[in-house]
């Protein structure tokens, strides 16, 4: 069965410092990737989506950038992190483009 | 791009009773139409789907119809209990090569007991 993993769990970070979360997929081959963030109370954004390795599209400008350097991993980054980063971060795959999105368990991120 | 709007934002309903949340769609030409179940600090999970050759679908307590006219599906939750207490967010997609989900600004559900 596939499974995603996601890491790490929680994180508190200073402004202005580096990022680099990530995750990964087990159980299955070419798996759309995506990353979305979720503020405090609020609904899912889409940040990157992946359709293959080294193919990254980006849903909105901002801070952050994305990654594929694997098949099965998908990686958010950032230099220097910004007050308004802090979120939870989601991973998510998905066997086919548009269809049922699978989410890893996320990535409470606190700037401060 | 796709468009999904969801109603309402917040919803507390008594135990035992039904919960209804809709939302509509911008992009006749989505086809798949998820709903997924987020409880507090945890990740969303998928609690089921429709496709659109299918007006509904239905999983024990929950179900969910699809009206492609109008461009609005729902989903349904009968007898409800406490632990149906999450976040629910509807979502929308083509299902074609190099589309994604488009998801709704989710429902705050409450059941109170």
């Known amino acids: 069965s596939q499974t995603i993993h996601q890491w790490p769990a929680t994180l508190v970070q200073p402004v202005g410092s580096p990022l680099s979360l990530e995750c990964t997929v087990e159980?299955?081959?070419?798996?759309?990737l995506y990353w979305y963030r979720q503020a405090a109370g609020r609904g899912l954004q889409l940040l990157f989506y992946s359709v293959g390795i080294g193919q990254i599209s980006s849903e909105v400008p901002q801070n952050l950038s994305a990654s594929r350097p694997q098949d099965r991993q998908f990686i958010l980054s950032s230099k220097k992190l910004l007050l308004s980063d802090s979120g939870f971060y989601l991973c998510a795959w998905s066997p086919y483009p548009g269809t049922e999105a699978f989410f890893g368990q996320g990535t409470r991120l606190t700037v401060v | 791009g796709e468009n999904v709007e969801q109603h309402p934002s917040t919803l507390s309903v008594q135990e035992g009773d039904s919960a209804v949340i809709k939302c509509t769609y911008s992009?006749?030409?989505?086809?798949?139409f998820p709903w997924y179940k987020q409880e507090l600090g945890k990740r969303p999970q998928l609690i089921i789907d429709?496709?659109?050759?299918?007006g509904e679908k239905k999983d024990q307590r929950i179900a969910v119809t699809l009206n492609k006219t109008a461009k609005h599906f729902s989903l349904h939750i009968t007898e409800t209990q406490p632990e149906d207490s999450a976040v629910y967010f509807c979502a929308a997609s083509r299902g074609s090569s190099g589309d994604k989900l488009t998801f709704g600004t989710g429902t705050r559900l409450a059941v109170r007991p």
């Open positions: 429709i496709r659109s050759n299918v």
């Open positions: 159980g299955t081959s070419n798996p759309n």
């Open positions: 992009d006749s030409a989505s086809n798949y």
